[in-house]
């Protein structure tokens, strides 16, 4: 018998991120003690390098993702020729192979290389993800500015302007809960690639139309689109009673992993609470509370990753279809690590397949079909 989903099947050993017992670890560092004092630029080092970076290679990993975050002027006319109306993840996995074609070392399979290759992937992810969002509304594209953080960087590329220090360390902070979690559907989806030592952008273009979709990394947009749709925290009960009576799944909940809590989803909350406080919209906060009473008390399930970070990402200003576009800038990391421990110890990845087609057909002449 097959497992349907690769359920429980361990398909690759891995010291990047771990999940034991319902604990999330990048590099055996718990997520909370991350959440709470990491920055995202230091996650970046630990999940490439296996340690936390000194001062010196934190500083320089900083100045090398501050001057490798510009993007060729000719991926910049691309976006511009981006017909209206497609999605910002579909505009990001064009671009991302678009800049392959741009990279002086496409060719060169060393790991000096792939790591540097690496370190533009993460510079101009956050780059490309502003850029078409100003494109889009008309608007200039805003350069990277070379003093700022990642994360501060990315909010001031796609405003236009310097970002309070709030909304910078709250997308700092799901930067880093963002950043890796172990073999899931994405992370698999660019080992398999380049386990065939294709590139590293065929992995991290494979990753981005993984992410994409609505059971993994597109369900954050999904619950913001559910939010507004229920509009009150009034209308959450009928809403969702409805939904679970119809056999729809609610976005947000479940967990292929974790059967008892995502160890990522209680930041959010508390994050979600100050924000929507902040921004004087606490409805959003109220309303994600009351879903997650009711499918937890109605279905045994809880939130997952992206169902608070909904109504943080809302509260920043963001706008509802780039929040899969930031997982994407966040799980860069993780996937270009992953990439990089294919490498040193690869082999195809090439599994079987359970046989329940039909048997002993034979070949039918056209016109006797
Ligand atoms: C970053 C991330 O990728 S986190 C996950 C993001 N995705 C979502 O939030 C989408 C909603 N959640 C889901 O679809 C699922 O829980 C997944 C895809 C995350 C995990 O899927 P699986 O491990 O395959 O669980 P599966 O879909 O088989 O669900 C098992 C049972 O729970 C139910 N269930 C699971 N999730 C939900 C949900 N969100 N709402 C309602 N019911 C659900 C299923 O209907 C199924 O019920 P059944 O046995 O009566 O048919
Ligand atoms: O691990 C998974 O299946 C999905 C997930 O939570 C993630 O990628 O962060």
């Known amino acids: 018998m097959s497992a349907k989903g690769l359920e429980g099947i361990v398909a690759a050993q891995s010291s990047i991120s771990s999940i034991i017992d319902g604990v999330l670890t990048y590099a055996g560092i718990n997520i909370d003690e991350l959440a709470e004092n990491a920055s995202f630029e230091e996650v970046v080092y630990l999940l490439w390098h296996g340690r936390l970076p000194k001062a010196n290679e934190l500083s320089q990993l900083k100045k090398d993702l501050a001057e490798n975050a510009a993007i060729p002027e000719d991926v910049i006319t691309l976006l511009k020729t981006i017909p209206e109306g497609n999605h910002p993840m579909a505009v990001l996995r064009t671009a991302i192979s678009a800049l392959a074609l741009y990279d002086p070392e496409a060719q060169d399979m060393s790991r000096e290389a792939n790591l540097r290759k690496a370190t533009r992937l993460q510079a101009k992810v956050a780059t490309v993800v502003a850029a078409y969002h100003r494109i889009r509304q008309g608007k200039e594209v805003v350069a990277p500015h070379a ?3 990642y994360a501060q960087n990315f909010l001031y590329m796609l405003n236009g302007e310097e970002p309070d220090q709030i909304a910078i360390d709250a997308l ?25 030592l294709s590139d590293i952008y065929s992995g991290i273009t494979s990753a981005i139309g993984a992410l994409k979709g609505p059971l993994h990394g597109g369900a ?5 689109a559910m939010l507004e749709e229920i509009k009150d925290p009034g209308n959450a009960e009928s809403y969702i ?14 967990h292929r992993v974790y059967k008892d809590g995502d160890p990522r989803a209680k930041h959010l909350r508390k ?3 100050k924000l929507t406080k902040l921004t004087g919209q606490p409805q959003w906060y109220e309303m994600s509370v009351k879903i997650d009473e009711l499918v937890t008390a109605e279905k045994g399930l809880k939130p997952n990753v992206d169902f608070y ?11 509802r ?9 966040s799980r860069m990391s993780g996937w270009t690590a992953h990439i990089l ?11 079987r397949a359970e046989y329940v087609g039909p048997v002993n057909a034979h070949y039918v002449p056209l016109e006797e079909r």
């Not at 970070?309 to 706008?319: M, Q």
């Not at 279809?321 to 800038?329: G, M, N, R």
């Open 147 to 149: 003093e700022f953080g």
């Open 172 to 196: 700092d902070t799901a930067l880093v809960l963002h950043a890796d979690h172990e073999l899931n559907a994405s992370t698999f989806a660019a080992r398999v690639t380049v386990a065939t």
């Open 220 to 224: 954050n947009e999904a619950v913001m």
């Open 241 to 254: 009673r409805n939904k679970l009576a119809n056999k729809e799944k609610i976005m947000g909940f479940g």
């Open 271 to 273: 994050m979600s609470e």
């Open 309 to 319: 970070s909904a109504s943080v990402y809302h509260s920043l200003g963001i706008p």
């Open 321 to 329: 279809d780039l929040f899969t576009p930031i997982f994407a800038i």
């Open 341 to 351: 421990e294919q490498y040193e110890n690869n082999r195809l990845i090439r599994p």
